[in-house]
């Protein structure tokens, strides 16, 4: 299924510049692939995507792959990524993000305690993935994985309410719209990661792992998205 969804969304094109690519060359042209905006956030614990979560006592980590900026070319191919059902965008870098992680991974950088993670994406309702199809937080966590070696959920939580876009709300305006949004049950995993695709305000991802601890309450927990807002 994967080589047949690669067949049709980059039919031998870098997916940031257009680019023919080359004999060797996967998804990205070689140009685009060593430009990346990589954060490494994984380098340093007390990174800006972490500090910005500083009320989150409970917190072990936090880690995002690339800057996602406006102006960004790579902005396109995580568009695409998300809206365009190009599902094999995620898989690919997924990928490159896990092989970033696993040196860092129980380390004081990333995840400390160091006892293997169970990945579980942010989950969707099932009116929304019906309407586009796929969930994209499982496909990347689905790269991580084939990465890391690391197991993935998808059962761990659910969202039981899918609550207004939140492209105009403020910090304090989203967390109260995603209150309540997920609903977690109770799992024997000592650690996990919670993997979205793009982290702005974190609310999101907040409210994920409020529920998850609120069953869970010795949990240790960590976030990883494949971008971050600035
Ligand atoms: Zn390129």
Avoid at 95 to 124: N, W
Avoid at 166 to 171: A, E, L, P
Wanted: hydrophobic share 40%.
């Amino acid at each position: 299924m994967v080589s047949g969804v690669r067949g049709l969304c980059f039919p031998g094109f870098c997916g940031v510049c257009g680019k023919e690519l080359i004999s060797g060359e996967n998804m990205l042209c070689m140009s685009c692939l060593y430009d990346m905006p990589k954060t490494y956030h994984w380098q340093c614990k007390q990174n800006p995507l972490f500090c910005s979560f500083s009320t989150l006592p409970f917190l072990s980590g936090a880690v995002a792959f690339l800057f996602f900026r406006d102006t960004s070319p790579y902005r396109k191919l995580l568009h695409r990524f998300k809206y365009n059902g190009l599902c094999e965008i995620g898989l690919y870098m997924g990928q490159l993000f896990g092989k970033e992680l696993i040196p860092f991974y129980g380390t004081p950088c990333f995840c400390e305690q160091g006892i293997p993670p169970v990945l579980v994406p942010v989950p969707m309702s099932s009116a929304k993935r019906r309407k586009r199809g796929y969930n994209q937080a499982e496909w990347l966590a689905a790269g991580l994985s084939a990465a890391t070696g690391w197991p993935v959920d998808v059962t761990a939580i659910a969202r039981v309410t899918e609550k207004r876009s939140q492209t105009v709300f403020n910090k304090q305006a989203r967390q109260e719209n995603m209150k309540d949004a997920f609903l977690a049950k109770r799992i024997s995993h000592h650690t996990i990661i919670l993997v979205d695709d793009v982290i702005t305000t974190g609310a999101t991802m907040e409210s994920c792992a409020r529920a998850l601890l609120d069953k869970n309450p010795e949990l240790t927990l960590a976030f990883a998205a494949l971008a971050y807002v600035e």
